[in-house]
């Protein structure tokens, strides 16, 4: 009777193929721990969209990014690096503020209000004092009266309209708040609620406009208004408003008319 034996060579070939099913599995799980840690090749879909149209020249970038860091008004993290692409949080944000506008000097307009109760921003949270001043400012607010959502990512037109509300916003009519933005081909985008004040921010050129090409046609001129706030957005922005500090007003006589913010009528 012939025995059914398994031949050498088909062992072989088993352990061959389960060390390749091996070697496969752990180039796979390495690459995904790699793009986790490093936070830009898994990224949201508007991350990388907005990425890839930031077409400004590195120097212009990184420029602003030591203006900033020169300033204190932005700092690079425990690792050392300022890590551009990184999203900006409502809780980051909110610290940002606090230095850009020394709140921590300032008296909120009126009577101090009580200091507000988040459920997710106990007394406990690394950015408690900075989302406390901002709020007794009237510079954000929370999303209701329990949630203030310290982690979750703020868009461009959040970040540049409430950067425009702390400095202070032109009193621009409809009319031409649509020739300002009319422009872009994104404008459509913009939230209703954020178009005076992103305006405002585009005349005075905080906002990193983009630049899409297009093959057969003239290059389109985007916002991003929906995209995620980088780090190197905000860092844009907030160079652009050390360096106005020295400079008049884009609006000539038009910027004596300029509405003072909450900021600015405040005793120091």
Known sequence: MIQNQTQPWALTGIFSKMAVQRVLFFCVLGLL???????????????????????????????AIQTVLQSRWMSVEQDGQFHAEKVVTRAELAS???KSFELEKRKPVG?????????????????????????????????DEKRFMPDQPITRAEGFAILAQADGVYPFGEPYVNEILSPYADAGKI????????????????VNVQTEPRTGSQAAQNILPLAPMRRSD????????????????????????????????ESL
């Open 33 to 63: 721990l790699l793009g986790i840690s490093s936070g830009n090749s898994w990224a949201l879909p508007q991350q990388k969209e907005a990425a890839s149209l930031d077409n400004r020249p590195a120097s212009e970038t990184a420029k």
């Open 96 to 98: 940002i503020l606090v």
């Open 234 to 265: 905000l860092a844009y922005a907030l160079a652009r408003l050390i360096k106005r500090q020295s400079q008049p007003s884009p609006f000539g006589e038009m910027g004596r008319h300029r509405p003072v913010s909450r900021l600015q009528t």
């Open 191 to 206: 939230p209703v609620w954020a178009r005076r004040a992103l305006a405002t921010a585009v005349k005075e050129g905080f």
């Open 111 to 143: 009577a101090t209000p009580p200091a507000t109760q988040y459920l997710d921003v106990p007394p406990t949270h690394w950015a408690y004092p900075a989302i406390q001043l901002v709020l007794q400012h009237g510079v954000m607010s929370g999303y």
